[in-house]
């Protein structure tokens, strides 16, 4: 019900931008999120909107280049990433509350 996509190859510096298509009856008053897994590592929070007044929270190690985002008629949260580091190498996905529904994650690296 939720599907992750806009992954891939970037250099050190550059940008992508990650979307999540939710289906079925996840989206409308539901809070929004995207976490990643590197590999070895947990999985980490990475940002975050609400429902209602779509506001945004960001892990730090993020903030000033990533920007969360969602278009409620389409039913899709985007995840912006500029300035893009070798160590947001990881598997993106997004996530769904209340429920906790998660999609099957898009690959992100980036090549220092």
């Known amino acids: 019900q939720l599907q992750a996509s806009g992954g891939g190859l970037v250099q050190a510096g550059g940008s992508l931008k990650l979307s999540c298509a939710a289906s079925?009856?996840?989206?409308?008053?539901?809070?929004m999120a995207w976490f990643r897994q590197a590999p070895g590592k947990e999985r980490e929070f990475v940002a975050a909107?609400?429902?209602?007044?779509?506001?945004?929270s960001y892990a730090d190690s993020v903030k000033a280049r990533f920007t969360v985002s969602r278009d409620n008629s389409r039913k899709k949260v985007y995840l912006q990433m500029n300035s893009l580091k070798a160590e947001d190498t990881a598997v993106y996905y997004c996530?769904?509350?209340?429920?906790?529904?998660w999609g099957q994650g898009t690959l992100v690296t980036v090549s220092s």
């Open positions: 996530n769904a509350r209340p429920g906790d529904f």
């Open positions: 079925g009856r996840i989206f409308s008053g539901y809070g």
């Open positions: 909107i609400s429902w209602r007044l779509g506001s945004t």
